[in-house]
């Protein structure tokens, strides 16, 4: 009897697209640079599985990157927070194409945060910050213009996580698969009690990458979160006030 062998795969990191140059700029290297550690030390640390790295680019950095087209126009310069961070998507690949954005990377696993501060002293790249911590724990702490997420949870859990670190009249980018308008369709009601006040489905990077990215932007009200984060925000300010008058 002969045994099923294993399917082979390439781990051969793909050549650089072209359409790259235009979403990078002159910081294409960079996001060339940002590649190569993917490729080896986020697959030897198991940040990234063997078999994505033929399409890193394809799938994973470019579809992070026409992000940037999504975010607003409005405050500037704009404050964004990637929650759940993992690799570094699709926060870096944002830094890179946006270096006008302050990013925060909020990651909770140590092995993940040591990669992120890893990426971020080899780019140099001075618009981004690495945060070790759950997004429950940053209530408070963190107060960004918009929040974005890839692949963390399902919607309700994500807006519950995500929505109180937004300032006032904030905005969540969840990028979600095929799946964002069931999503949204089985997550209003959650929405709602978060203090969200509109929400929608959109398409970015259609004229970029082969398989565009669904993004679910959920636009907060006057209390991110709901009435329990305003109170988790008011705590914190008056500890942090507490802790400078000692």
């Known amino acids: 009897m002969v045994e099923d062998q294993p399917e082979e795969f390439s781990t051969e990191l793909g050549e650089t697209p072209a359409v790259a140059a235009d979403l990078f700029g002159d910081r294409l290297p960079l996001a060339v640079r940002y590649a190569e550690m993917l490729a080896d030390a986020g697959v030897k640390r198991g940040l990234i599985g063997p078999r994505e790295v033929p399409r890193l680019w394809e799938r994973h950095i470019l579809n992070c990157a026409v992000l940037g087209e999504a975010l607003p126009e409005r405050p500037s310069p704009l404050s964004l927070c990637d929650v759940g961070s993992g690799a570094g998507l699709p926060g870096i690949p944002v830094a890179l194409a946006r270096p006008d954005v302050q990013i925060t990377l909020l990651e909770p696993l140590l092995r993940r945060t040591n990669f992120l501060e890893e990426v971020v002293r080899e780019l140099r790249l001075e618009n981004v910050t690495v945060i070790r911590g759950r997004a429950e724990e940053m209530v ?65 990077g259609a004229e970029v990458v082969s398989t565009p990215t669904h993004v679910v932007r959920v636009k907060a009200g006057e209390s991110p979160g709901g009435v329990k984060a305003a109170a988790r925000r008011a705590k914190a300010v008056r500890a942090s006030r507490n802790r400078r008058n000692r």
Do not use: C, F, I, N
Request: proline share 5%.
């Open 140 to 204: 408070g702490k963190v107060q960004v213009d918009v929040v974005t997420a890839r692949a963390v949870a399902p919607l309700d859990r994500l807006a519950g996580w995500g929505l109180p670190l937004l300032r006032p009249y904030g905005q969540m980018l969840a990028l979600k698969g095929d799946s964002a308008e069931q999503e949204v369709a089985e997550h209003r009601a959650a929405l709602q009690k978060l203090g969200a006040e509109a929400w929608s489905v959109e398409v970015v």
